[in-house]
């Protein structure tokens, strides 16, 4: 079935450190492509997506470009914030396509 | 608007006792999903209502787990005689569905759920 794997954290940067939070994916043709953040006592939101090979999703400064070649969708931000301190979960749908499958989960850590 | 929102927020049980947790879904949302969360094990799918339709309660771990929908809208999440191996955050979620499963689940903020 579909599954993804991300790296595991935490992940431990200083304040406007470049960001990159590995996800790579296995996947039945081509679905799209989620990743969610949960921000310490929240639930988990949207942060972005893209939905066929070559897209990029970007929002709050965050990219992930959904790579076929590499089954990767990897995401980046340039420069992190304290408040980007959070959980962040790659996710694709599931063979049946009914719900998504989340992968474990990286811990941001960003210190002034 | 009104997000999704679970009740209670936390719940402490004994082993062996019942359990139910709530979901209200944004209004108007056809698709309703739970998920567990455990440490370290992300999140794991357990049953999904779409409408009127059956719902897909592969997820769901064993029998002692079940859930309902009433009119569309409200869920319960019952957990019969409670296991130390339970005790997890509970997520519920809601969609509108329209364009498939690539439409965007809306997550309520769970229910931390410690089995003693």
């Known amino acids: 079935g579909n599954s993804v794997t991300q790296m595991e954290g935490p992940v431990t940067l200083s304040e406007e450190a470049f960001l990159t939070i590995n996800c790579t994916y296995t996947a039945t043709g081509y679905p799209s492509l989620f990743w969610y953040v949960q921000y310490p006592g929240e639930g988990l939101q949207l942060l972005l997506k893209?939905?066929?090979?070559?897209d990029k999703g970007s929002n709050k400064g965050f990219e992930a470009t959904y790579r076929k070649e590499t089954t990767s969708f990897h995401l980046e931000k340039g420069s992190v914030q304290v408040s980007d301190s959070a959980v962040y979960f790659c996710?694709?749908?599931?063979?049946?396509?009914?719900?998504?499958?989340f992968g474990k989960g990286t811990m941001l850590l960003v210190s002034p | 608007g009104a997000g999704v929102s679970q009740s209670p927020s936390n719940k402490v049980t004994e082993k062996g006792k019942d359990v139910e947790l709530r979901c209200d879904p944004i209004s108007g949302h056809t698709a309703l999903y739970w998920y567990r969360q455990s440490l370290g094990q992300g999140l794991e799918f357990l049953i999904y209502?779409?409408?009127?339709?059956?719902?897909?309660k592969s997820g769901l771990p064993s029998d002692r787990f079940s859930a309902e929908r009433t009119g569309g809208s409200v869920s319960t999440l019952t957990i019969q005689r409670t296991q130390q191996e339970d005790s997890a955050v509970y997520l519920c979620?809601?969609?509108?569905?329209?364009?498939?499963?690539?439409?965007?689940?809306?997550f309520g903020p769970g229910t931390r759920l410690t089995v003693l």
């Open positions: 996710a694709l749908p599931n063979s049946g396509y009914s719900t998504l499958t």
């Open positions: 209502f779409q409408g009127n339709s059956a719902p897909d």
């Open positions: 979620a809601s969609s509108s569905r329209q364009g498939g499963v690539a439409d965007t689940q809306y």
């Open positions: 893209a939905t066929k090979a070559d």
